[in-house]
């Protein structure tokens, strides 16, 4: 991963240090690089607190929206130009923000280096673009050139990332990597108004103002769509924490009286956690409770609501289920469970043989409410406890 990072690193620096050697600069260049670069700091000064307030909810994981500056860079500047563009900017953001996190110098030297490959590709696809235009409209050249930039600065950038976090942390699944959506479309939306604000300096400069405000409100509502994640679900597993969990079982189970339906709780319970913290440490307990929790979101249903209820034990309500299939959905978790190899950062032999018992309540032969229902699969699940631990039960109520 390291010589995978600094080969990077040299690569962008050394392509960047010929460019700008042999660029005769132009004073429009130039004054483009410098608006670019105001309107950067205006936005960053208006929007610090919502910056840093995303930044401390994400940490290294944090999107920003510098593609906007960065990406009109490289459409509108010589390829010099805008790498000097990319280090300003972000340098300025890294000072007014990004260092609240802490984000270690290379990290910061790498993530700059990504930004200027990017613009290097973006300004190469542009080029073919103006050199092979063939017989279309200026306007539907300047799309597809712009479209085509858009793709290439996304690949070189998200792809170049996702290889050193693979090589850093290897996952067992690529999905792992890809799986937030949300950042992916807010780094769309970047680019697309840097897309804008290229065109806008290249007919009338001074429009380019106008896309100060809505960057300031897709901030706030990205920043809203954090706040709202980390108030409804839990730190480590990603899953619904209690509280929600709770009140979206109580409106699934008015849902199942009013349409006369059945409905299913389950309570799932690791086995034998206490020993898996002292023997393995209790970063790997958690790698643990977050590949369970993985297991049971590919188990069961999108809508189901599953949630952590504290330590190791987590929660689920299955809408429209009998007995028989709650049973036979949770057999299958039961050996999902008992089939997971969760990979140790020490490099280590992965921990295996884990096991959970599970005890499940149905509606309305258990109960009504979500309370009676919780205790009548907490019961089933201790009557799996003392029956040898690794099984299902369902509640004898």
């Not at 996952?171 to 680019?191: F, G, I, K, V």
């Not at 897309?195 to 405000?213: D, F, N, Q, R």
């Not at 990979?343 to 979500?370: F, K, Q």
């Amino acid at each position: 991963m390291q010589a995978f990072v600094l080969s990077v690193d040299v690569l962008v620096l050394t392509t960047m240090v010929t460019l700008v050697a042999t660029t005769q600069p132009r004073w429009f260049d130039y004054s483009r690089l410098a608006l670019l670069l105001g309107l950067c700091v205006v936005f960053e000064e208006i929007s610090t607190r919502v910056s840093r307030l995303r930044v401390r909810l994400a940490g290294y994981g944090h999107v920003d929206m510098t593609s906007v500056w960065t990406f009109a860079g490289a459409v509108v500047l010589p390829p010099a130009e805008a790498a000097l563009l990319c280090v300003a900017v972000l340098g300025y953001s890294w000072a007014r923000r990004d260092r609240d996190i802490g984000m270690r110098a290379y990290r910061q030297v790498f993530g700059a280096a990504v930004v200027i490959g990017s613009c290097f590709a973006a300004r190469a696809a542009l080029m073919l673009w103006n050199a092979h235009g063939g017989v279309l409209s200026p306007a539907l050249i300047m799309l597809a050139s712009v479209a085509t930039a858009m793709l290439a600065y996304a690949v070189v950038n998200t792809g170049v990332l996702f290889a050193a976090i693979y090589l850093a942390v290897r996952p067992q699944r690529l999905r792992e990597l890809s799986d937030n959506w949300q950042d992916l479309s807010l780094e769309a939306a970047t680019l697309c108004l840097g897309g804008l604000t290229a065109a806008a300096l290249l007919s009338e400069p001074l429009l380019t103002i106008l896309v100060v405000p809505p960057m300031f409100v897709l901030q706030r509502s990205v920043l809203t769509k954090q706040l709202e994640i980390a108030a409804t679900t839990d730190g480590k597993t990603g899953l619904l924490n209690a509280a929600t969990w709770q009140h979206l079982a109580q409106r699934e189970l008015a849902r199942a009286e009013r349409e006369h339906q059945s409905a299913a709780v389950l309570i799932i319970d690791m086995d034998n956690f206490k020993r898996v913290n002292d023997t393995y440490g209790h970063i790997a307990g958690d790698a643990v409770l977050r590949a369970v929790a993985g297991c049971l979101a590919e188990e069961m249903r999108r809508y189901d609501a599953i949630g952590r209820f504290g330590g190791e034990e987590f929660v689920a309500v299955l809408s429209d289920v009998d007995q028989a299939a709650a049973v036979a959905i949770s057999e299958r978790i039961r050996e999902r469970i008992g089939a997971l190899e969760v990979p140790r950062h020490d490099g280590e032999p992965p921990i295996t043989e884990l096991s959970g018992s599970i005890g499940i309540a149905c509606y309305p032969a258990h109960g009504s409410t979500v309370e009676d229902l919780l205790h009548a699969a907490d019961s089933a699940m201790y009557a799996a406890k003392h029956c040898g631990r690794n099984r299902v039960e369902v509640s004898a109520r």
